[in-house]
């Protein structure tokens, strides 16, 4: 596939690895609109992207929102005339033992994870149809297999992996190309933009970022999977080896699991 004066719509693109796909994309030609629900966060992508030479427009949407899905679409489209390519990245997550947590917390990631990419995917298809498009969705290792204290976090990413699946091989012989990427731990902020038990951010990573594949990394594994039109891909070797293990001895996995999960610092589990 070649990119030059293709359109990508990158939801929740104002950092980590939506703002990185908008750059990688763009950098191979494409035109880019990005969404986001804070206009300064917005006007500061645009900015980096138009400093790449990037031709690429703002559109200020909640992910859960289902109008403002379908604003998106209806912008992309007055601005380009067109929509090639759906990147469904906008995500939150959270941390807090489901015993504790607010069912409305549970609700918002939900609706924003999954509901998210829904509603997206739902407004974008015709054209994505029309143009034997690409599109891809940004879920997680969590789509394999579950971790403790992010119950609706993982509810949301296997959520994600089903439904593309179905979509993919309901449109497999119509042009279309599906892809799910599921990173492992990835430097951004998700985790320190993590719900808790009632609803407030997190505020500091319980995790070592440093040690993380970078969101650069990841979006470069993305670009070259949706050009390759490939199916799935899973990202790093810690994930890569979670997904194997989960498969053949998922009991011993949740022993695992748990036990680095407790290790988090400020960990939930008593």
């Known amino acids: 596939m070649n990119l030059k004066d293709k359109v990508v719509i990158v939801?929740?693109?104002t950092s980590g690895i939506?703002?990185?796909c908008a750059l990688a994309f763009g950098k191979e030609g494409a035109k880019v609109a990005i969404t986001g629900r804070s206009q300064v966060k917005i006007d500061n992508t645009l900015h980096r992207l138009q400093q790449q030479g990037i031709t690429a427009i703002g559109i200020l949407a909640d992910a859960s929102s289902e109008?403002?899905?379908e604003k998106a679409a209806i912008e992309t489209l007055k601005a380009?005339?067109?929509?090639?390519?759906?990147?469904?990245?906008?995500?939150?997550?959270?941390?807090a033992l489901f015993e504790e947590l607010d069912l409305d917390v549970f609700k918002k990631v939900m609706d924003t994870?999954?509901?998210g990419s829904v509603y997206a995917t739902k407004y974008c298809l015709p054209e994505i149809l029309k143009n034997k498009g690409s599109i891809v969705a940004v879920s997680s290792?969590?789509?394999?297999?579950?971790t403790p204290a992010r119950t609706a976090y993982t509810a949301s990413k296997y959520a994600m992996n089903g439904f593309f699946e179905a979509l993919r091989t309901e449109v497999m012989k119509r042009g279309v190309h599906i892809l799910v990427a599921s990173p492992g731990f990835t430097s951004s902020n998700i985790r320190n933009n993590a719900l808790t038990a009632d609803g407030?951010?997190?505020?500091?990573?319980?995790?070592q970022e440093d040690k993380m594949m970078s969101a650069d990394t990841v979006?470069?594994?993305?670009?070259?999977?949706?050009?390759?039109?490939?199916r799935d891909i899973v990202l790093t070797g810690q994930g890569k080896l979670a997904v194997f293990l989960n498969k053949w001895i998922p009991g011993t996995m949740d022993s695992l699991v748990y036990k680095t999960m407790a290790k988090e610092k400020d960990s939930p589990f008593k």
């Not at 290792?141 to 579950?146: A, D, P, Q, S």
């Not at 470069?220 to 490939?230: C, V």
Request: proline fraction near 2%; hydrophobic fraction near 30%.
């Open 219 to 230: 979006a470069k594994h993305i670009l070259s999977a949706t050009l390759k039109r490939k």
């Open 11 to 13: 939801t929740g693109a």
């Open 141 to 146: 290792i969590n789509g394999y297999r579950g």
């Open 80 to 95: 380009f005339g067109r929509i090639d390519i759906l990147i469904n990245n906008a995500g939150i997550s959270m941390r």
């Open 113 to 115: 994870n999954f509901y």
């Open 67 to 69: 109008e403002d899905n």
């Open 200 to 207: 407030n951010t997190q505020g500091e990573s319980p995790r």
């Open 18 to 20: 939506g703002e990185a």
